[in-house]
């Protein structure tokens, strides 16, 4: 392994590790029903949970009715806390303003969490592989 490859390495685990705690840890921005509206205070990225086991169809909207642009995550994630599980449905940014969360069922909880990207995962490892393939 020459010491870009290590280099890259270190940083690209060590965002993974970050990555991970800012999914664990993320800080809580909404908590929320089906049908209410929330307000992002600021632009950034955040991760969408389900309060309770499994996948759910859901919406977010903004209040002219454009889906907001959240993606598929890269990796499952699922954690058991006090009084159940979370399970982690979408991610992506979010712009400044309002929207609306909609679910199938009304009683469905929604969690909203400030998280970091997941976009440098692919871009280190992609850059890891390209590294090896040239120097080797």
């Known amino acids: 392994m020459t010491f870009p490859e290590f280099l890259l390495f270190l ?7 970050c990555y991970a705690f800012s ?7 909404f908590n929320t029903a089906s049908g209410n509206e929330i307000h992002i205070g600021k632009n950034g990225h955040y991760s969408v949970w389900h ?3 499994g996948q759910i169809p859901f919406r977010i909207t903004d209040l002219n009715g454009r889906e907001a642009p959240l993606s598929k995550p890269l990796f499952h994630a699922s954690f058991r806390r006090t009084g159940g599980r979370i399970t982690l449905l979408k991610q992506g940014r979010l712009k ?10 009304p009683h469905s909880h929604i969690i909203l969490r400030k998280t970091i990207s997941e976009t440098p995962i692919i871009l280190l490892g992609t850059s890891i592989l390209s590294l090896s393939f040239l120097l080797h």
Do not use: H, I, M, Q
Not at 96 to 105: A, I, M
């Open 11 to 17: 940083v690209f685990f060590s965002y993974c590790a």
């Open 51 to 53: 309060d309770g086991d």
């Open 23 to 29: 999914l664990r840890k993320g800080t809580t921005v």
């Open 96 to 105: 400044k303003g309002s929207y609306t969360v909609e679910t199938p069922n």
